[in-house]
């Protein structure tokens, strides 16, 4: 449907999303990762980071946020959303949602699309 708030909980489900305007809460880290297939891109969908980032030592300057949450692209046309809760580069990363079909996005591109 469209203008739905769909929050998974913990994570691992498997969400498919063909509305639009739709706000998906993506979770905190640690307890699962969510796979979400459709145009969420596209369709004017938002990720709200505002829970996950809340359970990290993010103090809310989107100028260091790139310690805490990271993008990458697997297997050609899927990215990974993922956050590290203390910030510290090389500590441990949460795999939170896995967006398949999307191909590459950069971290500007889904903020544009996120709530911190």
Not at 19 to 38: H, T, W
Not at 71 to 80: A, H
Not at 81 to 106: C, E, F, K, N
Request: proline share 3%; no cysteine; aromatic share 6%.
């Amino acid at each position: 449907g469209s203008g739905n708030i769909i929050d998974a909980g913990a994570g691992i489900n498997e969400i498919d999303d063909s509305g639009s305007g739709n706000r998906i809460i993506l979770p905190k880290g640690g307890s699962g990762s969510d796979s979400i297939y459709g145009y969420v891109l596209q369709n004017n969908d938002m990720f709200d980071l505002r829970p996950m980032l809340a359970a990290t030592k993010w103090g809310g300057r989107l100028s260091n946020i790139g310690n805490f949450l990271s993008e990458r692209t697997v297997n050609g046309n899927d990215t990974v959303i993922s956050v590290t809760p203390s910030g510290v580069a090389g500590s441990t990363r949460y795999d939170v949602a896995t967006l398949h079909g999307t191909g590459s996005i950069d971290m500007a591109s889904l903020l544009a699309k996120s709530l911190v």
